[in-house]
């Protein structure tokens, strides 16, 4: 089979690589249909996450129809069109009782972590896939949900709703701040909603993102780059600041913003990934009664977020902006990664 490979820092290609196989009776192999880029593939690229090793298939979201299936699966079978998890969660530890299953103890790929595909294993930018624990890690897709709707269930949506929304503790009427207009934080803007927030605001550097940012979500916009943008959401709040501020982009500059706009009593929840350490005023903060949260998806609310999308309450086809072959891979990086200059949001790579 095909399949895009780590070379090492900003090193990858489209190669021909073993068809993967059943190793474990929780197995199944799964044809990929279609399968996205995502930021952290980026900053794998970068060499930002040194746990990803040469020679490891990159990517953790994927759309496709089971193939194969170990002899100890049994909520799937061949021929099932399925949602393949950025999380394997072996449903039987201690974490996955608790419903966070970013930290399955299972050692497949390493105890302890859940996104284990194009890190610790295999991925799913290639032409098959091999899937540990599938009756916990795979989800069956319904009758109407497209693969650009369902690609977006891997990963973005259940992040954005997790660990901005959930994490955030969102309520009915809150004013909520998005820092970071990608993806995730479009992710986070559509399902503040199901909370009941009452403002959205996004926060970005980018006009484009901004004016996207409306039709997914956002009832305000604040351009972070004009010198009183902290004042012009002050203004939207009373003077107060914003119940919740949400951070999705990863790096110190977005979470010191959302430390500026956040009222005393509210929440900031960190979603972005941060390659770099983030000094915290705490000798400013500790008298305001900020909680502070942070993250990594565990994705125990797909199945919900998924009813969603089959009944039309979710648009979540709306984030693929760029279509591209599975041969046309390397293309699909270039314009990602250039997202700036081609207003992609998740690009689209079929089979």
Excluded at 95 to 111: N, P, R
Excluded at 120 to 145: C, H, M, W
Excluded at 233 to 262: N, Q, R
Excluded at 307 to 315: G, N, S, T
Aim: aromatic share 6%.
């Amino acid at each position: 089979m095909r399949a895009l490979v780590y070379h090492g820092p900003g090193k990858k290609s489209w190669d021909e690589v073993p068809d993967p196989k059943i190793v474990d009776p929780t197995d199944v192999i799964v044809k990929v249909d279609t399968t996205t880029i995502c930021g952290t593939d980026l900053h794998i690229l970068k060499g930002d996450v040194p746990a990803v090793t040469e020679g490891r298939i990159l990517g953790h979201e994927g759309v496709g129809t089971v193939t194969e299936v170990g002899d100890a699966v049994s909520t799937v079978a061949v021929g099932d069109r399925v949602i393949i998890s950025c999380i394997s969660a072996c449903g039987s530890c201690s974490y996955c009782h608790q419903g966070l299953y970013a930290h399955c103890l299972a050692d497949e790929g390493a105890s302890g972590i859940g996104w284990i595909f194009g890190h610790l294993i295999d991925g799913t930018q290639a032409e098959y896939v091999r899937v540990p624990f599938a009756d916990n890690s795979v989800y069956k897709v319904p009758e109407g949900v497209s693969d650009e709707a369902a690609v977006m269930l891997s990963d973005i949506l259940p992040t954005g709703f997790e660990i901005g929304v959930r994490y955030g503790r969102v309520e009915p009427g809150d004013v909520v701040a998005v820092i970071g207009a990608g993806p995730v934080g479009l992710a986070a803007m559509m399902t503040a909603g199901l909370y009941g927030a009452a403002r959205v605001i996004a926060v970005d550097l980018d006009d484009n993102r901004l004016e996207q940012a409306k039709s997914f979500g956002a009832t305000d916009s604040v351009n972070s780059g004009d010198a009183d943008w902290v004042e012009k959401v002050m203004a939207m709040t009373d003077g107060l600041g914003v119940d919740v501020a949400i951070e999705a982009v990863g790096i110190p500059v977005t979470f010191e913003a959302c430390t500026k706009i956040v009222r005393p009593g509210g929440s900031i929840a960190n979603v972005g990934v941060h390659g770099k350490p983030v000094q915290l005023p705490l000798d400013e903060m500790w008298i305001k009664d900020i909680a502070i949260t942070m993250g990594l998806v565990s994705t125990s609310t797909t199945s919900m977020l998924l009813k969603l999308v089959a009944q039309h309450k979710l648009a979540a086809e709306n984030f693929a902006t760029h279509r591209f072959t599975f041969d046309q891979v390397l293309d699909a990086y270039d314009t990602f990664s250039k997202a700036a200059e081609t207003k992609a949001l998740k690009v689209v790579i079929s089979g």
